[in-house]
């Protein structure tokens, strides 16, 4: 558990110093001057994250062996390859429905500039932190929690509800980031739900029948497919 705790402290420190120099970037005038100086926000990143990891990492090590959920990584094709696949798949939902109807319909730009910010800021926070937010914390804590509760004997429900909690509580953490971008519309918030919610459950199922490596792999496989290929391709 403290190793395990120490890694997600060092990688949230890391992906939130990425997450922080892209929120600074974004910066106003006016909100730079409510700050005082850009570096608080690099720091204050850093530390939210390296936090949110760490409480994650602890819950996870003691809920996860509990249900089964702590499969070590060991490279297997078929898990690769459904990691791959999962990740093309989510990468599609996320760049094809943007592209055909969100882009007009909430006045996006329809020229894609690839950042190598945004990209590795995705790649560690999106695809290693979120996942051990996300499924290794939240996930592996509901699925032992429904099955005390519960005391089912279907014990692949319990499993599939906190696929799909954590998958909904996964897209509804966007939300913040949409309000700032674009507001709260109706077709706004559909947006964010439906491009984030299904990806979110199939990262779930490789947490669940494949471990949490391969669930990470799916989610970095999403940015690389999405922000390398897809929407260059698209936009």
């Not at 997450?19 to 720091?43: F, N, R």
């Not at 906190?162 to 706004?188: D, E, K, N, R, Y």
Request: charged letters at 10%; glycine letters at 10%; a positive charge.
């Amino acid at each position: 558990m403290k190793k395990k705790a120490i890694v997600a402290w060092i990688l949230g420190l890391a992906a939130g110093a990425a997450l922080g120099v892209q929120q600074m970037t974004a910066l106003t005038p006016e909100m730079e001057s409510q700050i005082g100086s850009k570096s608080v926000v690099v720091v204050v990143a850093m530390l939210q994250t390296a936090v949110m990891a760490c409480i994650a990492a602890i819950v996870g090590a003691w809920a996860a062996p509990k249900v089964n959920l702590d499969k070590p990584f060991v490279f297997r094709k078929n898990s690769i390859v459904a990691a791959l696949v999962i990740g093309l798949v989510s990468a599609g939902i996320i760049a094809v429905p943007e592209k055909l109807v969100f882009a007009e319909a909430l006045g996006l730009e329809d020229q894609y500039q690839f950042s190598w910010l945004y990209f590795v800021g995705s790649v560690l926070y999106g695809g290693i932190i979120e996942e051990v937010l996300l499924r290794f914390g939240l996930m592996s804590l509901v699925v032992w929690a429904a099955g005390k509760m519960t005391k089912s004997a279907d014990k692949s429900g319990i499993y599939i509800a906190g696929i799909v909690i954590a998958a909904l509580v996964f897209a509804a953490g966007h939300l913040p980031a949409t309000a700032q971008m674009m507001g709260l519309s109706t077709m706004a918030v559909v947006r964010t739900m439906l491009l984030n919610v299904l990806p979110g459950i199939g990262f779930g199922y490789l947490y669940w029948k494949h471990g949490l490596g391969y669930a990470m792999m799916a989610h970095i496989s999403t940015h690389v497919f999405n922000q390398l290929i897809l929407l260059p391709l698209l936009f």
